[in-house]
């Protein structure tokens, strides 16, 4: 694994664990030599976790729409910074950039996010992990939601599997680097796939 694309809050959140947890990632992620692919702002969780693997010596890559540029601040101090289009090319762009996914503390489009990459490994699409940091029990109602979309039918539990949850950074990286997708039943073909990413 050579990079990992980071989801995660353009605010810190009400509690200082949220970035006390993302600045451990970072150093677990310079640890393994692992660079950072994310949104590419330079406010809330985002910045912090740039910060610090920029501060560790790490290698940051963003991905920003040109329209989002200056609202979500974008982060001018990055070792590579693309401006694209839309959120749609943002997110495509990051998936392709990177060996897996992580979903740290944050808010709606961090959830977007976050789904987006579990159905696209879902539907075949890509056989990536996805991990959830669910610090200070962050993620435990998305959780219990899981598994009552499990209970109710609407989810398979070996798709519900795929979304890797730990509570500390070194513990969820090390699910990530170790994880082994199992063979997928293709349900859309080469050029269909094309279309969506």
């Keep these: 694994m050579k990079s990992l694309c980071i989801y995660c809050g ?11 947890s993302a600045r451990e990632l970072a150093k677990e992620m310079i640890s393994a030599n ?14 912090v976790i740039a910060d610090e693997v920029l501060r560790l010596g790490g290698e940051v890559t963003g991905v920003i729409p040109k329209a989002l540029l200056d609202k979500e601040c974008g982060h001018r101090g ?39 990459a579990l159905t696209w490994s879902q539907l075949g699409f890509h056989d990536k992990p996805v991990g959830v940091l ?13 598994d009552h979309l499990v209970a109710q ?21 090390q699910r990530v680097k170790s994880f082994e997708a199992r063979p ?3 349900l859309l073909n080469q050029e269909i796939k094309k279309i969506f990413l």
């Excluded at 353009?10 to 006390?20: F, K, L």
């Excluded at 962050?138 to 899981?146: C, D």
């Excluded at 398979?156 to 513990?171: D, I, Y």
Aim: aromatic share 8%.
């Design 153 to 173: 039918g609407f989810l398979q539990s070996e798709q519900a599997a795929l979304m890797l949850v730990e509570s500390t950074p070194a513990r969820l990286l």
């Design 10 to 20: 353009s605010s810190e959140g009400i509690s200082s664990i949220y970035a006390t």
């Design 184 to 186: 997928h039943e293709k």
């Design 34 to 47: 692992i660079k950072l692919v994310y949104g590419g702002g330079n406010v809330g969780l985002m910045g």
């Design 78 to 116: 990055l070792t590579r910074l693309h401006i694209v289009r839309d959120m749609h090319e943002r997110k495509a762009m990051m998936a392709e950039l990177s060996d897996g996914f992580i979903a740290l503390p944050g808010g709606i489009g961090t959830l977007e996010e976050l789904f987006e």
């Design 134 to 146: 669910n610090v200070g029990g962050f993620y435990e109602g998305l959780i219990h939601f899981i």
